[in-house]
């Protein structure tokens, strides 16, 4: 069974830093494409960023471009988003997805929310 | 970039109706249209993808349809599991999710 889980999420003042983190398991974490989207509170889905299975190339939603960056370690099954200069229009829901290879969003996480506030 | 025009944004219907969901793309988007449910608190999950295909272990009462600019996700027999707020998504150019429809049981 496909597992996603995310954490790192919380609150934080505008201009801060925050990594978050996403666990995958029941299914061969390098062969697949992941993204990251996120859902501001009571807002639709906004797609924010896709990184290839190997880790060679990243894509970002403009408005996240320069501030954030995807990673992953295909040793450790793991995903990341290094958010820096939070804003305020960053808070909402962050999920971690996994990318099928008709490149819609197949499997996703729970969830980890992260509030940008002073 | 490629606008998504859901319709309706709410819907209100009862245990059995045939429920009809639309999306309007500002332009072609080749059948790379998608259809994903949120139930309340809960992470989205995969409906329908490449506009008619079933994802496994979805109920055959989800169908999707559509082609070019106008796609529809259609619930033959309305489920009270299914109250759920759905959404589109195009990915021929990018990825832009609809809006959502929050559906509800009469």
């Known amino acids: 069974e496909v597992q996603l889980v995310e954490s790192g999420g919380g609150l934080v003042q505008p201009g801060r830093s925050l990594k978050l983190s996403c666990a995958a398991s029941?299914?061969?974490?390098?062969?697949?494409?992941m993204a990251w989207v996120r859902q501001a509170p009571k807002k639709g889905l906004e797609w924010v960023a896709t990184i290839t299975n190997t880790g060679s190339r990243t894509y970002y939603l403009d408005s996240v471009k320069g501030r954030f960056t995807i990673s992953r370690d295909n040793a450790r099954s793991s995903l990341y988003l290094q958010m820096n200069s939070l804003k305020s229009e960053d808070t909402a829901t962050y999920y971690c997805?996994?990318?099928?290879?008709?490149?819609?969003?197949?499997?996703w996480g729970q969830g980890t929310l992260v509030t940008v506030s002073s | 970039d490629i606008q998504m025009t859901q319709s309706p944004s709410f819907l209100s219907a009862s245990v059995g109706d045939r429920v009809t969901i639309n999306c309007k793309a500002s332009?072609?988007?080749?059948?790379?249209l998608d259809w994903y449910q949120q139930k309340l608190g809960e992470a989205p999950k995969l409906l329908i993808y490449?506009?008619?295909h079933l994802h496994r272990g979805i109920p055959s009462r989800f169908s999707g349809s559509g082609s070019d600019t106008d796609f529809t996700l259609t619930i033959s027999s309305l489920q009270p599991e299914d109250v759920a707020t759905y959404f589109c998504?195009?990915?021929?150019?990018?990825?832009?999710f609809g809006a959502g429809t929050m559906l509800e049981l009469k």
């Open positions: 490449h506009t008619n």
């Open positions: 332009q072609n988007i080749n059948k790379y």
């Open positions: 997805a996994t990318i099928a290879a008709g490149d819609w969003f197949a499997y």
């Open positions: 998504l195009q990915h021929n150019s990018g990825y832009t």
């Open positions: 029941g299914f061969t974490f390098s062969d697949y494409f």
